[in-house]
């Protein structure tokens, strides 16, 4: 294992490249206190030899020692790998991130919408546990204590070519399911409109046809009264 000077880490397996990290900041924050960064918080790179990977399965180790008042700080990443007959491919995806500090304490939360295909790799502008971005949620109680947030993330996991990434599949470009349904409204929307004009524009031609119908006139049958 080994990781690169800067704001990138690599995980080797057996030799050969088996996850590509990076991130331009990283942020922590408990409660309500001051966020700490620890992208200037830490000077030197951090430590990765506790990261592991599998065929299936790989697990990112950050470990950043002791930072302020946080003892053993480290950042954990959960990834898995699957083949999906539909694509005809292997996909990767972040399945949870955890914050373990103070020795033997842990928040996790869980990931979700941060996947690629394994030819590609992972970026997004933030991967963080405020409610706008959505994609890390709280699965301890711990982690309700606590935001962590990522700017500039990318990742590549399982099927890295070389010790550079591939090219990237960015978030903004998945369906997730809260868009999915934002336009599933809006479709529905546009039907219910198109339906209302569709129904206005033919009332207003049986009421013109109305008053066409009115408005002609019939000559009186013979013998009938005229006043």
Not at 13 to 33: A, D, H, T
Not at 94 to 123: I, Q
Not at 196 to 209: C, G, N, P, Q, T
Request: glycine share 4%.
């Amino acid at each position: 294992m080994s990781t690169h000077s800067g704001r990138q880490s690599k995980v080797l397996s057996n030799g050969r490249p088996c996850i590509l990290f990076r991130v331009r900041k990283l942020w922590i924050r408990y409660l309500s206190q001051k966020q700490l960064d620890l992208s200037r918080a830490v000077s030197n790179p951090p430590d990765t030899t506790g990261s592991v990977c599998s065929k299936d399965r790989a697990t990112l180790v950050m470990r950043f020692g002791d930072v302020e008042d946080l003892r053993s700080l480290s950042i954990r990443l959960q990834l898995s790998s699957s083949f999906y007959e539909s694509s005809g491919q292997s996909w990767f995806s972040v399945d949870g991130v955890s914050l373990l500090y103070n020795v033997s304490e842990e928040a996790a939360f869980n990931a979700s919408e941060l996947f690629a295909p394994s030819s590609s790799s992972y970026r997004c502008l933030q991967v963080s546990s405020l409610q706008l971005s959505g994609l890390l949620q709280p699965s301890s109680e711990r982690a309700h204590h606590w935001t962590i947030s990522f700017t500039d993330f990318q990742i590549q996991a399982f099927d890295v070519a070389s010790g550079k990434f591939s090219a990237a599949s960015d978030c903004a470009a998945f369906l997730t399911p809260a868009v999915l349904m934002g336009l599933v409204t809006l479709l529905i929307l546009l039907l219910v409109l198109a339906y209302a004009l569709h129904m206005v524009i033919h009332l207003k031609r049986i009421e013109r046809y109305d008053e066409r119908k009115a408005a002609a006139y019939f000559p009186p049958e013979p013998g009938a009264a005229i006043e």
